[in-house]
């Protein structure tokens, strides 16, 4: 299982020894060519308006939709749910408010139910973190904090407003994993692999 992890601003290394605890391979990516092969992508926690300004300049913006049109499972993390949303990527059918919580020193840690992780709740980090201020139909909300979304989904896209790879609890890196190998179990994806 490859797993990429967006590199060009934040933080690759803790998503790439989570997914290494769970048997994935991650790969950081940083050009197009990094998304060849992938069965997986996180987009990171980080700077959402440098993230985006990177990703332009390496020409990913429309490789990562094309990816995530291929139905290739997403997370995206923090400012990677940012950078999901309707005015960056335009992928997840939410309007994200950056630093919703508050700055750096606004940063805390929760317990978070997650609907369709099992096993209680997680401990989530908030670092700067965002929330989803609206949303459309097709998404799912998944857990919210002071009434407000903090996890989504929406079909193969996963969004969390806080840091699951700052934790030792890895049920969201597995529920992506889960996912792709899923995916890559489904007869239109063998179709896909044979044609």
């Known amino acids: ?20 605890s769970l048997g994935a391979v991650a790969r950081a990516v940083r050009t197009p060519a990094g998304l060849d092969g992938l069965d997986a992508l996180i987009i990171p926690g980080g700077e959402s308006t440098a993230m985006t300004l990177g990703m332009e300049r390496e020409g990913l913006v429309e490789p990562l939709r094309d990816l995530a049109a291929s139905g290739t499972p997403v997370l995206g993390t923090c400012a990677g749910l940012i950078v999901l949303d309707r005015d960056h990527l335009g992928l997840l059918d939410v309007s994200a408010r950056r630093n919703a919580f508050g700055r750096q020193v606004r940063s805390f840690e929760a317990d978070v139910e997650l609907a369709g992780i099992d096993g209680g709740p997680l401990r989530a980090v908030f670092i700067r ?5 609206e949303h459309g139909d097709g998404v799912d909300v998944l857990a919210e904090l002071d009434g407000h979304p903090v996890a989504v989904r929406q079909g193969s896209l996963l969004a969390v407003a806080f840091h699951p790879e700052l934790t030792e609890d890895a049920r969201v890196h597995d529920w992506l994993v ?8 489904s007869p239109e994806t063998v179709e896909e692999v044979a044609s």
């Open 1 to 20: 299982m490859l797993v990429g992890v967006l590199a060009i601003q934040g933080d690759f290394e803790a998503h790439a020894t989570m997914l290494a």
């Open 129 to 133: 973190a965002p929330w989803v201020e």
């Open 178 to 185: 889960q996912l792709a190998r899923e995916r890559s179990r």
